[in-house]
């Protein structure tokens, strides 16, 4: 592809040529002064240096960050919608495995006033706390259907160019794609062993911790972008409030 893009610039870089040496040559022949009309293009050559150093780091650079900027904020469109459609069914999931969900009530009291400051509080006390999940506590199968019916959400990272960069967005969806792999390994997950319920114990953590990070992540952009979806999200906030029995994502 750059190969035929490249092939294409020929003609108009031959064409800008001979309009110099035309025009060069019309200068000549009006003026009759070609010690005069060479001083002009040496001396236009003093400074092309600095049209280089102009085009190619400062204008190339003002464009890579502005499209770094559109990058960034389709990913968090993307984010929202992800979060919206299974990300937030997903972590009410897997919050019932959770063996201290006080912790988590604690750390997560959402507040309309948070800050910048308050979201790193937060995220670095989910860290310290180690907040472990017990596959033997609920019903595995429910989750196993939830992530089932959520799937395309739960793994559209791998069809998006934009998130496939971003580093813990796709950690998250291959950790989630990894517990459903597990799941689905066994045929009957209400009578498991003690060693396989450690297993899915260690893989049911490790893909929460990734997808409670990339949650507070898109909290903290509904704050500054959205502060209407923001202040909804703080009222039915997934860590404070059990949806009704009937309305649970991982419903019996």
Not at 82 to 107: K, M, Q, S, W
Not at 201 to 210: E, F, I, P, T, W
Request: hydrophobic share 40%; proline share 3%.
């Amino acid at each position: 592809m750059k190969k035929k893009s490249s092939r294409s610039l020929v003609p108009f870089i031959i064409l800008l040529l001979c309009s110099s040496v035309i025009f060069f040559i019309i200068q000549t022949l009006l003026f009759h002064d070609v010690e005069h009309s060479l001083f002009l293009f040496f001396q236009d050559f003093i400074f092309l240096p600095i049209e280089v150093i102009l085009v190619s780091f400062l204008i190339d650079r003002f464009i890579s960050s502005r499209e770094k900027t559109e990058r960034r904020s389709k990913l968090h469109i993307l984010m929202s919608e992800y979060f919206t459609e299974a990300g937030n069914d997903l972590i009410l999931c897997l919050n019932r495995f959770v063996t201290e969900p006080e912790t988590l009530h604690r750390i997560f009291a959402l507040d309309t006033d948070w800050d910048d400051d308050a979201f790193c509080r937060a995220e670095e006390s989910f860290l310290k706390a180690d907040i472990r999940l017990d596959a033997g506590k609920e019903n595995l199968a429910a989750l196993q259907r939830t992530l089932l019916q959520k799937k395309r959400f739960l793994l559209t990272v791998f069809e998006n160019p934009n998130t496939l960069e971003h580093t813990e967005f796709t950690d998250t969806a291959l950790a989630i794609h990894h517990l459903l792999s597990e799941l689905r390994q066994h045929d009957d997950l209400e009578h498991l062993s003690e060693e396989n319920l450690s297993h899915l114990s260690s893989d049911m953590k490790r893909a929460y911790g990734l997808i409670v990070q990339a949650w507070i992540s898109n909290m903290r952009h509904l704050r500054g972008a959205y502060p209407y979806l923001y202040s909804l999200a703080v009222r039915r906030n997934i860590f404070l409030h059990e949806p009704e029995p009937g309305e649970h994502p991982c419903r019996q």
